[in-house]
């Protein structure tokens, strides 16, 4: 099996993610999707292939050869919220050039304009939805690569390698992906995630990042009684984001330059709430940030009256440089296995976050590796045919290393 009949095959699951849910994994469809692959697995010969009762898929491709490291190649099973995740009618387009009409009844295009990146493209056959879902190349674009990979090692003996290491992690879209992650399970020396995007990059610093939440506490008086009493929480939610600095959100940043996006906010006069994640890549920068919105709820709350806001903040993860400096060796692995089937390495900082800086940080090295996929998390996402192969074949010198 290919890795696009396996991709088009898993995005059939809809495997969104849940926030507000405590369960792990946090909606039901993952354990369906974790259940599916242990079983192809085992039918490909992986024959420790198992789901954990968190919903992580563990697997190994033993070693044919002496010498060689145990590598792990690692993806996640859910798709983002930030658009529906299904039902996805995927369809392929042998791009020419120009305009995508994604969906004609709805007017939903991919404009060339609007997605310059799309030049790279031209000659590629490109899968998109009908412009109603997202597509889920974030990951099971990476899923579908690695499993075909392992799939390659087990029907061509003749290939000398190393230990292949698997796993699928649920949740990372909503920052859990690696709390339960077991290293010892995976076995590995050292791992790659495949979660990224355009076929090349290779990816090693990533965001500090915080989520924070604020409650704000109002006095709501009959309007026409109101005054010197009234004490109004959506206005006093938007006089908090009003004290944020306004070019520091994601719409006028780049490359390395942090932020503060409000990503939900909802009240009315008697109480309100707005959510924030904080990002930067620099440590001390993110520190400051944090403390920016402890002084604002500190001031406000002088101003009004002690209790009005209540503000929690909580890191989500942190930049892999800072464990990753020490373990360059493995970044170089990466970057020679792109040079050798001819592909040409960059090095880009994530402008996110991946299970690879968690699991970084609990003790094996783990940059991030690009899936071939564009516009994650939302409509407009697509991944050529031809990426998701020569994703394989990258994964493939990565294990087999320098011949």
Do not use: W
């Not at 099973?77 to 392929?92: E, K, L, N």
């Not at 979660?195 to 939440?213: M, P, V």
């Not at 009684?225 to 959506?234: G, I, P, Q, R, Y």
């Not at 070019?247 to 932020?259: L, V």
């Amino acid at each position: 099996m290919t890795a696009t009949e396996r991709f088009l095959k898993y995005i059939m699951i809809d495997t969104t993610s849940d926030e507000a849910s405590e369960s792990c994994p946090s909606s039901p469809n993952q354990l369906v999707l974790g259940k599916q692959l242990v079983e192809e697995m085992l039918a490909m010969g992986v024959a420790d292939a198992r789901i954990d009762a968190d919903g992580y898929v563990y697997g190994s491709v033993p070693a044919n050869c002496e010498g060689m490291p145990a590598i792990g190649l690692i993806a996640h099973m859910d798709t983002s919220d930030a658009v529906p995740g299904g039902p996805i009618h995927p369809r392929t387009v042998h791009y020419e050039g120009g305009d995508i009409v994604l969906n004609a009844e709805k007017n939903i295009v991919l404009r060339a304009a609007d997605f310059p990146a799309l030049a790279r493209e031209i000659g590629n056959d490109l899968i998109v939805t009908d412009g109603t879902t997202l597509l889920g190349a974030d990951d099971k674009a990476g899923v579908a690569e690695i499993l075909t990979l392992a799939e390659r090692f087990l029907k061509h003996p003749e290939i000398r390698h190393g230990k292949l290491c698997i796993a699928f992690t649920p949740d990372e879209e909503i920052g859990r992906g690696a709390k339960r992650f077991r290293i010892p399970e995976l076995g590995a020396d050292f791992g790659y995630t495949v979660d990224g995007g355009t076929l090349g990059e290779i990816e090693f610093e990533n965001f500090n990042a915080a989520a924070a939440h604020v409650e704000f506490q109002g006095r709501s008086i009959h309007p026409g009684s109101a005054k010197d009493k009234m004490l109004n929480a959506a206005t006093l939610a938007m006089e908090f984001h009003a004290m944020l600095p306004v070019r520091e959100t994601p719409e006028n940043t780049e490359n390395r330059e942090g932020f503060f996006m409000l990503s939900d906010i909802h009240g009315c006069v008697d109480h309100a709430a707005s959510d924030y994640i904080v990002r930067d890549h620099d440590k001390t920068k993110f520190e400051q940030k944090k403390a920016r919105l402890e002084k604002i709820a500190a001031y406000l709350n002088e101003k009004y009256g002690d209790g009005c806001v209540k503000l929690t903040v909580k890191d989500s993860y942190y930049n892999m440089l800072e464990k990753l400096k020490d373990h360059m060796d493995v970044v170089e692995r990466a970057r020679d296995a792109m040079l050798a089937v001819g592909e040409t390495p960059v090095y880009v900082p994530i402008r996110g976050g991946t299970d690879g800086a968690t699991i970084s940080y609990m003790g094996m090295p783990c940059p991030n590796l690009p899936t071939g996929g564009a516009n994650f998390h939302g409509v407009y996402e697509y991944v050529a045919v031809q990426s998701l192969e020569r994703m394989v074949d990258v994964l493939e010198a990565i294990v087999v290393g320098k011949k």
